[in-house]
C-alpha cells in the first residue's frame, strides 16, 4: 500500500533546496512526497556562536522529535550538521551524493589583508582554527545565521571576508541584493572541512519499513563509505560536531585516502594525519587515524578543547 512520505526540514532557503531533491529523487521512483517545514532552535538563536551554546545536534533535535512524534516520515540533514550517534529508533536511511566539500572565503575584493591584518568571520570553531593557525595576526568574528543572512552581514560590516561551505553556495545564490560580487572567492585547498561536509543526510524511523526501503533506493554507495570514515574518526575523539576537527576521505581507485586535523581553539596546537589504506579497510580506518592523533598529543589538545568550553557560560565538555 502507498503512503505519502512526510520528509521534515529546517526551513531556511538551503534546508529546502536540500529537502525537495530527496522528494524529487523519491517521485522520480514513483513514490509520493511532501515537505514538512521544522523550525530548529539553532535557526532561532542567532548571537551566538554554536560552540557557545552548550547543545550537539542543535539543527537536527526539533526533527528527531518530530519524527519520533509520528508527525513526519523523513528527516533531511546537512550530514555534517548530525550528531555521530543518532537518536534511538532512528536510522540512516540514504546518504546523497557528496557536493563540492571545500570551504570557501568570500571577500569584498582586495585581497591585501591576507599579508598584514585583517578580520574575517565564522561561526565554526573548525574554521576559526584552521584560519588563525594560517594566519595568528588576524581576527577572526562571529558569524550566525543562515547564508543569505551571513552575506548580508558581510556586506554591512568592516571585515575582509567570511567563510562558507562551497556547497552552500552551489545550491543557493544568496550574491542577489548585496554589492559583492560572486566572483569574490578563494577555495581554501588548505583548510580540512568538516566530517562529511557537502553531504546530505536522509533518516527514517528504524520500524518504518517502507520509508527505508524508500531511502535505501537514493544511496549514493561512494559517499557513504567516505563519509563513515569520517564521522568514525570524529566520533573516536569525541569531538562533537561543533569541535575543531576536520576530516576528509575520498576514493582512488581501490584505495581509500584519509586526511584528518584537530587543533586547539586558538589555533595554536595542530594534529594531522594522513592515510592510504584499501578499500576493505574502510570500516576501521576513521578509528585508526583518531587513534594515532590521540596517542601523538591529541589527548592533551582535547582536555584544553574542554577547558576552553568549560569556561564559556552556558557550554560542556561535549558541546
Known sequence: ???????????????????????????????????????????????????????????????????????????????????????RGIVQGAVLKRADASDLLIHKGDLAFLDEAGTVA????????????????????????????????????????????????ERISPFEGTDIDPGNRITLDWMVPAPAQGAMLAVAMEHDDYGRQALDRLNHRDTEICTHVERQFLRVLEGGCTAPIGAKACLENDDIVFNGILLSPDG????????????????????????????????????????????????????
Not at 9 to 37: F, M
Open 122 to 169: 565564522t561561526g565554526s570553531l573548525r574554521r576559526r582554527a584552521q584560519w588563525l593557525h594560517r594566519y595568528p595576526e588576524h581576527s577572526v568574528e562571529n558569524l550566525r545565521g543562515n547564508i543569505n543572512t551571513r552575506m548580508r552581514k558581510l556586506q554591512n560590516s568592516s571585515w575582509n571576508g567570511a567563510i562558507f561551505a562551497a556547497a552552500g553556495l
Open 268 to 319: 595554536k596546537r595542530k594534529h594531522s594525519v594522513q592515510k592510504r589504506a584499501p578499500l576493505k579497510q574502510y570500516t576501521v580506518l576513521g578509528e585508526q587515524c583518531a587513534l594515532e592523533i590521540l596517542k601523538n598529543g591529541g589527548k592533551e589538545t582535547l582536555e584544553h578543547i574542554r577547558q576552553y568550553q568549560d569556561q564559556r557560560p552556558g557550554t560542556t565538555a561535549s558541546s
Open 1 to 87: 500500500m502507498k503512503k505519502t512520505l512526510r520528509i521534515g526540514t529546517r526551513d531556511s532557503e538551503l534546508a529546502l533546496w536540500q529537502a525537495n531533491r530527496v522528494k524529487e529523487g523519491l517521485e522520480s521512483l514513483e513514490y509520493q512526497a511532501e515537505i514538512v517545514p521544522v523550525k530548529s532552535h539553532g535557526d532561532l538563536v542567532l548571537d551566538k556562536p554554536l560552540y557557545e551554546m552548550g547543545i550537539t545536534g542543535i539543527f537536527t533535535k526539533a526533527l528527531d522529535i518530530a519524527m519520533i512524534r509520528g508527525e513526519i516520515d523523513i528527516a533531511v540533514h546537512s550530514m555534517k550538521d548530525v550528531p555521530t550517534a543518532l537518536p
